[in-house]
């Protein structure tokens, strides 16, 4: 029978060999050790010097004075922890690596653009206008690059049965434009380019890079306003964190992504190292950030981190399932939407506002309802497992 040769060959071809999964193992528990201590480092320092304290608004809401001074800024933290790891062990010659350090600093300073001038000026800090503009650049950036480096592709693979050993993987086609859909089916796959006609796929770029710049924009405003209570943005974020690494490591092998249906992506396996480190940063980050948190990530970290989930995933050819895996940041930020436009309507037609939420974004309307915050992180953390969940099943089945 085809399929013990087929689990032979899995088995001798094991992903743990692969030298990226060790580094990144070893990337993780650096990381973790880094965010830990300096966390811990900045908290205490900003007890004595109370420099770094959050000045937090007045929502009306239970318990909200008790976080006044807390230290912000902890996303910087969480960038540190992922970069020295990543530059240490992953290959700085790697396209995706770059791709990803510079999308971190970009998004990075940004946000701490953002948390400086709420701390120094007590201002409500960059126009959300300025925001937009920044992830746009980005957008551009990393959609014209993924479009015209001839380095970056991604390849279709067929099966071999000739052989009499062991079945063989062959590559056919490749195409820049290939990405995953999550339907439950072998073939899983969809072309941007099959929206032109033959004569046009040359222009699939005017499609492409829009869609890039929508995606990263919404992820990472989503994330931004995610993180409103203790602990909820950095679990969240951590749970798909998790499943980007996993389907950046089936990516990286011919085998295994042939087998789970997902496209080979030839030096992804670098990213692995890079979320790994990320991961690991976050984790650091949760120890202290959970209720009663002792340090928030202010928009340096809460930015960065939606920049670089959308990153990874448009990298790794997975952008098409981010509805359902970043499904909370996507009703956070539609929460928000709603209530904004069914206010400004009711005004307009019958002069007085109306608001269909209690307070905007969703988890302030649940703290609004009395519930405590640290129930609300755990039944969205809970929402969000089952969400990747949903995605690995549509995707490997």
Excluded at 2 to 17: A, D, T, V
Excluded at 31 to 38: A, K, L
Excluded at 272 to 292: D, E, H, K, R, V
Aim: with cysteine; glycine share 6%; proline share 3%.
């Amino acid at each position: 029978m085809i399929i013990f040769p087929i689990f032979k060959y899995l088995i001798s071809n094991s992903i743990i060999i692969n030298s990226f999964f060790y580094r990144s193992i070893i990337a993780f528990i650096l990381s973790i050790c880094i965010s830990f201590f300096t966390n811990k480092k900045i908290i205490l320092w900003n007890k004595k010097k109370k420099s770094i304290g959050e000045k937090v608004r007045n929502l009306g809401l239970k318990d909200q004075k008790e976080k006044e001074g807390t230290p912000t800024m902890g996303g910087l933290i969480i960038i540190i922890s992922t970069l020295i790891p990543t530059m240490v062990f992953s290959k700085l010659n790697n396209l995706y690596i770059l791709i990803l350090i510079i999308t971190t600093l970009w998004m990075g300073v940004l946000g701490f653009i953002d948390d400086y001038i709420k701390i120094k000026y007590h201002k409500n800090g960059l126009s959300f206008m300025v925001k937009i503009l920044g992830q746009i650049i980005l957008g551009i950036f990393i959609g014209v690059f993924m479009s015209f480096n001839k380095k970056i592709t991604t390849f279709n693979q067929k099966i071999d049965y000739g052989s009499k050993q062991y079945p063989s993987l062959l590559v056919s086609e490749k195409n820049n434009f290939n990405t995953n859909i999550p339907i439950f089916s072998h073939i899983n796959e969809f072309d941007y380019a099959n929206i032109f006609k033959k004569k046009w796929k040359k222009y699939t770029w005017i499609i492409f890079v829009p869609i890039v710049i929508i995606i990263i924009t919404f992820i990472s405003n989503g994330a931004n306003i995610t993180d409103g209570i203790d602990g909820l943005t950095a679990g969240v974020s951590s749970i798909i964190f998790a499943t980007l690494s996993l389907f950046s490591l089936i990516s990286s092998s011919k085998i295994y992504s042939y087998f789970f249906h997902f496209l080979y992506i030839p030096n992804i396996g670098e990213i692995t190292i890079f979320s790994f480190s990320f991961l690991g940063s976050l984790i650091g980050f949760l120890w202290y950030n959970a209720y009663p948190a002792q340090i928030f990530m202010g928009d340096s970290g809460s930015l960065t981190i939606g920049g670089v989930i959308a990153a990874i995933s448009i990298l790794i050819r997975k952008e098409l399932i981010l509805p359902i895996l970043c499904g909370i940041f996507f009703i956070e930020n539609f929460s928000v939407i709603i209530q904004v436009l069914y206010f400004k309507f009711y005004k307009i037609k019958y002069g007085i506002g109306k608001r269909i939420f209690l307070m905007a974004p969703l988890h302030h309307h649940f703290q609004k309802l009395g519930y405590h915050e640290s129930k609300i992180v755990y039944r969205f953390l809970i929402i969000q497992m089952m969400l990747s969940m949903v995605v690995v099943i549509l995707l490997i089945t």
